[in-house]
Structures are given as C-alpha cells and as structure tokens.
C-alpha cells in the first residue's frame, strides 16, 4: 500500500485529500503545518507528498526541500490557490513531479497521485537494476526489462567466464561495446586489460602497426620499436569494434593472429605470443559481405563462437520508459539540473522509431535537459516533429550545418537506393572510400534498408 502525506494548515482541505486518498487504498498521515510536514518528510517513508505552496510559519518549497534531501526518490505534488504559473515552475524546479491547483477535483488528484507513484517506482526500477547488476555482474549501464535484454543478460553470464571468441551484431547504437565490456568484467581477465578499436577510424596503412607493433626502421617514421595494441592487452580482452572494415589483407593476419595466438611486428619476422580473448563487433551482416568477397569466411567462422544479436531499440519499446528515466538521472545529475519529463514525454518516446537506437534516445535526452533549463521537458523539445523531419531531408535547415547535412544524407541515401544497399558499390558512386561512407552514415543515423 502507497503511504501519502498530506500537508496543509486547512484542516478542512486536509480532511477532505485524506478521505478521498483513503478511499482509493492509500495509507494517508497529515501534517497541520508546513514545519510539521518537513520534519515528517524528512523522517517518514512516503511515496508522495502533497504538500500546499502557501502556510503559516513554513512554505510548501520548504516542505519539498527537506523531502528530497531525505529521500531523492520520494515524489512530491504541490497545491496552491494561487495557481500561478511562477510558483508552479519554481516548485518543479526545486524537484516537484507536479502541481494541482485548488479547488482539487477528484479524478485529478487521483490521476496525478497515479502518476507520481508510477514514476517512483519506474526510477526505482532503474536504480535496482543499476545497483543488482553493478554489484552482481558489473553490467555498465546495460538497462531494460524486456524479454530480449533478459536473453542478452543471460547470455553474458553464461559466455563471459569462458575464453571463446564473441561475435557481436546489431544496428548501430545499440550498446555492443556495453554488452563487449560486460563480458569481459565477467570473465577471468577483468583484473587485465581491455583494448578497444574502432576499424573504421584507423587507415589501412596504420592498422596493421597499430595493431601488431613494428620495428624500428621498418617504415619512414618509425625511429623506435613499438609494442603494438595486441601485446598491451596481453592477458585481457582485445575489442574489435566495426570489425566489417578492415581490408581483406589484414583480415588474413588477424585470423593467424587468433589461430596460432601469436604477432609480428612490422618488419620483424620473431613471433610474439600473446593471450588475447577476441570479442568483435559489426553493424554489417556478415554473411552478405562474405557472400561479396568484402569479409573472409575462414576469419568470419573464426569469430563467430559465441553469437550475441542485440535488438534495435523500436523493438524492445517497453525498455524506452526505463532508460529515459536512466538518462534524464544521469544528465540531471551532470549539468545540475532538475529537469522532469512533461505529460505525454515518454508515451511519445515509445512511439518512435529511434533509427540511432540507444545512442540517438541519449542525445535526445542530453539536449532536452540542457534546453531545458532545468524546467519541464514536453514532447514536442524531444521529438523531432515531422516538419523538423521534412525540412532536415529537404536542405532547409537554418544552418550552413544543417544544409550540408540534409544534401549528404540525400545523396548517401541515394546511392545505396541505386546499389541494392551494397556500401562498397555506394562509396564508389559518391567518389569516396568504404570507411568515410561508414562514418557519415554513423553521424547521420542513416540505416539501410529503412525501417518500416
């Protein structure tokens, strides 16, 4: 059963809150005075405290105070019979979930204590999520309750104390680096190093180097030897992220590399042993561009041991609710702010598509709370309106940025469309190389074949 506090120095307003709240289920205290209902905020355990803005001795903003630095998680509404808009901004401000104003009908009151209590326990689900997998597993912010996540949860546990090769696929911005460092953090080697690498950021001249060392002298530049990625990870985990764009060449070394579990430098023909568990990470399907002769089918079933998929984010929508909640937190907490989520926010996240996954909700909430002010966030400073949208694709942004962005993803767009989806066939239309279309397409969120 909910416990509710009321406070109010109108004992008839009180009484009348308390039968109504009592006869819907709730287990109700009242406090005749604003001092009397900070000190039993601070000390009680309440779902929600409803607090009026305006009392003798002691305002309702004091009452929110030391409701929230006795307990973050305790929902608070405000009432007033003033109803302005100040006050109301003011109060949500200092962390209110809402306001009522007086004379209080009683479907409203019901309706936003209803959505106070859902929202404590939505912010507690994640903070129990967060704490049980943090202490238990150590899985970094990996959040959500849906059935495929569960899946992926229990996979890790069962994957990461092995030493078998993880293969990682999914559309970008789903968390594969997330799910990568979880099973490392699982396995044997989390007390040794983890080593990432983004392929498609490295040039094919410098990969091999950078990867596997060199000798001094074995390149114009190279004035010392240098231990190369693979033997500073020795005993760890090496973390091949975008792993569909390295050239061919280099994939036929990395396969030996993972064979014989040995390396050598450029320009050296001494092997090195190295102990390196493998986890590699696409956004590509593999076995198309194996079919394409773009990825070599003796590396691709080399990777291919333990197999995780993970699922773009507009098929887990019940997992939206839990990571905004994650997210509007943790920015909050990092630009001091105390931005809440408006009515209908998150109805109209579970609703959109998220082409750019997890990564495109975190930017989402990132620029929502920084515009925010620190106010109420609604939905339409979240959701991109479909004006927005046709404007982005039609070159008409307000920025020189805008611009030049909308004419690329046009032309990118285009060109895929024209190649049946096959990025090398693409970069040559656009006169550009694999690795660049990759990266504009990453930037601009674009996904080929759309989503329905």
Request: charged letters at 25%; glycine letters at 8%.
């Amino acid at each position: 059963m909910a416990k509710i506090l009321i406070v109010d120095d109108q004992r008839n307003m009180r009484t009348l809150l308390a039968m109504l709240l009592r006869g819907a289920g709730y287990e109700v205290d009242e406090a005749t005075n604003g001092i009397e209902g900070a000190d039993l905020g601070a000390r009680g355990a309440y779902d929600v405290v409803l607090t009026d803005l305006r009392m003798g001795g002691s305002d309702g903003l004091s009452v929110l105070r030391a409701v929230k630095e006795a307990n973050a998680m305790t929902e608070v509404i405000v009432m007033t019979a003033y109803g302005t808009i100040e006050s109301a901004v003011e109060a949500m401000r200092l962390g209110a979930f809402d306001y009522l104003q007086k004379p209080i009908e009683e479907p409203e009151l019901l309706l936003k204590v209803e959505r106070a209590l859902q929202n404590r326990k939505l912010a507690g689900e994640v903070q129990l999520l967060a704490t049980e997998f943090k202490e238990r597993y150590r899985f970094e912010n990996i959040i959500g309750r849906s059935q495929p996540i569960r899946d992926v949860l229990a996979r890790i546990v069962k994957i990461a104390p092995t030493d078998a090769t993880v293969l990682i696929t999914g559309e970008s911005g789903t968390g594969k680096e997330l799910v990568a460092k979880a099973v490392h953090a699982n396995s044997r080697r989390s007390d040794r190093p983890f080593v990432p690498i983004n392929c498609a950021a490295i040039s094919e001249t410098l990969l091999e180097s950078e990867l596997f060392g060199h000798a001094r002298g074995s390149f114009t530049g190279a004035v010392s030897a240098r231990k190369g990625l693979f033997e500073e990870a020795d005993g760890g985990t090496f973390f091949f992220d975008e792993i569909a764009e390295t050239p061919l060449t280099f994939q036929a070394k990395l396969l030996r590399a993972i064979q014989e579990n040995e390396i050598r430098r450029v320009g050296e023909n001494k092997p090195i042993h190295v102990d390196v568990r493998i986890i590699a990470a696409t956004n590509q399907e593999l076995l198309s561009a194996v079919a394409e002769k773009r990825f070599r089918q003796d590396l691709y079933y080399r990777l291919n041991v333990a197999r995780f998929t993970l699922p773009p984010l507009r098929s887990r929508r019940e997992d939206v609710p839990l990571l905004f909640a994650h997210f509007l937190t943790k920015f909050n907490r990092k630009m001091n702010c105390r931005a809440v989520a408006g009515e209908g926010v998150v109805d109209a996240l579970s609703q959109y598509d998220f082409p750019g996954n997890i990564r495109e909700l975190e930017n989402m909430v990132e620029q929502a709370v920084a515009l925010s002010g620190g106010g109420v966030i609604t939905a339409d400073d979240i959701i991109p309106s479909p004006t927005q949208t046709r404007r982005a694709a039609d070159g008409a942004g307000r920025t020189l940025a805008d611009v030049v962005d909308a004419a690329e993803r046009q032309a990118i767009e285009a060109a895929l469309r024209e190649t049946d989806g096959n990025r090398e066939k693409a970069a040559d239309v656009l006169a550009i190389s694999a690795t660049t279309l990759w990266r504009k397409m990453s930037r601009l969120a674009i996904v080929y074949p759309p989503s329905a």
